[in-house]
Nanobody, 128 residues
């Protein structure tokens, strides 16, 4: 089992920055990759970014490329999502997720159903 706890959400004006953190505990040795997803009211949960835990390669959803950066600190078992140039459409509950499945070719997956563990979510609200 892996437990995930997010923090860092809040209210921000458009154009501002926020950094989300996700601390993993439990059987973290089994984690292949970590991802961030978000869900706005009335919408489905969508992929934001992912990072392979040991290799460090990353993947981003097109709308956040160049604005968001995912990173991890293996010593702290923590993954971060640095969000710059925030837009009102970034408003959502942001979830951290862990993928335990090792994938050939260091592939990262964007499907929510592929992730095994989830945090409780942290609200990000961007005002115009």
């Amino acid at each position: 089992q892996v437990q995930l706890v997010e923090s860092g959400g809040g209210l921000m004006q458009a154009g501002g920055s926020l950094t989300l953190s996700c601390v993993a505990s439990g059987r973290t040795i089994s984690v292949y990759a970590m991802g961030w997803f978000r869900q706005a009211p009335g919408k489905e949960r969508e992929f934001v970014a992912a990072i392979r835990w040991f290799g460090g390669n990353t993947l981003y959803e097109d709308s956040v490329k160049g604005r968001f950066t995912i990173s991890r600190d293996k010593a702290k078992n923590t993954v971060y999502l640095q969000m710059n140039s925030l837009k009102p459409e970034d408003t959502a509950v942001y979830y951290c997720a862990a993928d335990q499945t090792s994938r050939a070719g260091a592939v990262l997956t964007t499907g929510a159903t592929e992730y095994d563990y989830w945090g409780q979510g942290t609200q990000v609200t961007v005002s115009s």
